[in-house]
C-alpha cells in the first residue's frame, strides 16, 4: 500500500496539469466565440493554439499510457503486497509446531525415549520430569475421575508443562495458598467481576477443598476407598466430595491469558517463595515469575510439632504425623490400618476428633487408640472444667485410653517401638504418634514483601478491610485482623475462612468493606454430640451455663438432616435473630443438672459482658448468638438470654 501512495504522488502532477489545460483551452474558446465560426470546436486539449489537432492526438496517447501503466503498477503491487501479508501470517501461525519440534531436540540427551514419540506427546513427558514437582501430582486422576467422570485425566494445571512455556507472565488477581479462604475470594471476585481472570498457586498437588471433612466424617465411610475417592456421606445421609468444584470448573493456567469471559485458573505443586511488593511480582520456586494488579495471601498454617519429637531423630519422625492435608489423612488411614498402637498428643479440637474417629475403628480392628495432654480434661483450654470433664468420658466411651494432666519429656525408638516418657514418670509405648498441638501460621513471605507480622497473636497484621498494603490483602488463618468488638484476634476456623475470603474478594474489587463478622466455628465427637461457638471461649474466663435435657432431635446428625448441610456455616443467615430483653433477677450460678448436659448455652464473660457463647448440642441458633455479641450489653439474668435459644422446646 505504501509503494500505490507513492506512484499516486507521481501521477498527481500530471493529472493536474492535464486538467489545467483543459480549463484555459475551453477559456479561450469562450473568448474567441464571437470571431470564430461556428464549425470551429470549443475546446482542444493542446498547449498550442487552438487547430493543433496532431499534437492533442499525441498528448492524449501519452496521458493514455501513463494511466494504464500506472493501473498495471498498482495492480501488481497491491497483489505482491496481499501475497507477503498471507506468507507472514502462515510464518506467525507455524512457530508454535517449530518449537514442538525443536523442543525434543533439545532434551534428547535428557531423555531419549521421548524423540521416538509423536510431536504431540513427545514435549509433556521431558517437561514434566524437568518441572520442580514431586511425586505428588499422581493422586489427581482418581479424584478427577469422580468429581467429572467426563474428565477423566484431567491433571493439575502447571504440573506437567515448563512455566517459562506456558504460565502467564502476569494476571489481575493472584491468590497466594489453595485452601478454604482463597476459594472463597476467587468466588467472590468473579462475582462482582464476571470477566476477571484469577490465578490460584497451592503447593499441594489437588485443587481447593474442605478441611473439616478430614477429621470428621471420612473417617466414619464405609467406603473402602474413601482415600482414593475422597467422598463421604455427611451426618444426614447425603454424599458429597471434599473439594469445593470438580477440575472442570477450572482452567488450565497456561489458558488464562487467552480466556474471553476469564475463569479462575489454579497452579498446583508451586510454592511462591518471594514477593516484591513494590514491584507486584512473586517468584515461585522454580524461578518463575508472575506479576499482578491485586494479591491475596491466604497461606494459611502449618501443623505445629512438639520439640521433644523434633529432636529425637529422623526415625521417630517418621513414625509421627502431623495431621493438616489430604496427603495426612491418607497417611494416618493407612497406618491405623497396618499398627497396633496409636497415640495422639493434644486434646484440643482436632486431637480430640481424631480420638474419637479412631476410637471407633478400634472396635472394628485390633487397634489401641491413645489420647494424651497436659489438660484435666479434653478441650480443657475451651470447655468449663464441668464440660470438659464430661466430654472426656464421652470420649473414653469410644473406646479411647485418655491420659490427662500428661507433658512430654522424651521420645525415643526401641525396637521397632515408640516410648513416650512423661515427666511425672509414666511411660507410655505405641507404634505411631498424631502430633495435634496447634497450627503456627505461614508467614514466610512476609521478610520479602516486608509485611508486619503481629507478635502476639501471629499472622500478618492487616486494617479492617483485610488490607496489608494497598494492594495486598491477607485472609484465613494467617490474617490477624482488629476485631470491633473483641479486639485483635486471629482465628483458626473453616467460617473466618470463608467469611474473609469473600470479603477480601469483594474488597479486592473495589467493595472497601470493613470486616465486622463474628465468625463461628464448630466441632463433632462423632454424629451424637456436637457444639458451635463463637467469639472468644476461653475456659479462663467466668462462665455461665444453662442446660436442658436433649432429644433425639438434639444431635449433630439430626441438625444436618434439618438444615440439609453437612458444613453448618453453610447454613446460617442474619435475618433470624432477635434482640435479647435484659432482666432485673440476679445472675445465676452455673446450673448443671447431676452430669447430664445433653443440650445447653454457656456463655462466657469478660467484665460482665458476654463476649463468647458455645452451643452445645443446639444447632442453627448462631445468628442469635452473633447479635448477643454484637449488642455488647450487660445481662442481669442470662436463664433470660438463653430462651432465645429455644433449648427448653421439645
Known sequence: MLKCRTVWKKLAPLARSSSTVCRQNVRRAGLNSGRIPACVPAAHMSTGPAGGGRENQLYIILVGATCVAGGVYAYRTIKGDSQRYQDRIDEISSRPSKQATEQPAALIQLEPPAV?????????????????????PSPPAPDAEVLAPIE????????STPASLKLPSHTTYLLIGGGTASFAAARSIRARDPGARVLIVTDEPVPPYMRPPLSKELWFSDDPSVTETLRFKQWNGKERSIYFQPPSFYINAEELDGAENGGVAVLTGRKVVHMDVRGNKIKLDDDTEISYDKCLIATGGAPRNLQVIERAGEEVMQKTTLFRKVEDFKSLDKVSRNVKSITIIGGGFLGSELACALGRRSTECDLEVIQMFPEKGNMGKVLPEYLSNWTTEKVKREGVKVISEALVKSVVCKDDKLEIQLKDGRLVKTDHIVAAVGLEPNVDLAKSAGLEVDSDFGGFRVNAELQARSNIWVAGDAACFYDIRLGRRRVEHHDHAVVSGRLAGENMTGANKPYWHQ????????????YEAIGIVDSSLPTVGVFAKATAK?????????SGTGIRSESETEDTATSPVASSTPAPAVVQQKDEYGKGVIFYLRDKVVVGIILWNVFNRMPIARKIIKDGEQHADLNEVAKLFNIHDD
Not at 116 to 136: I, K
Not at 152 to 159: Q, R
Not at 519 to 530: A, C, I
Request: charged share 30%; no cysteine.
Open 116 to 136: 521416538e514419540a509423536t510431536e504431540t506427546e513427545a514435549v509433556p513427558e521431558p517437561e514434566s520430569q524437568a518441572a520442580p514437582s514431586t511425586e505428588e
Open 519 to 530: 465468625s463461628m466455628f464448630w466441632s463433632d465427637l462423632g454424629p451424637d454430640v456436637g
Open 554 to 562: 438434639d444431635t449433630p446428625k439430626a441438625a444436618t438432616e434439618k
Open 152 to 159: 477423566t485425566t484431567e491433571p493439575p494445571p502447571g504440573d
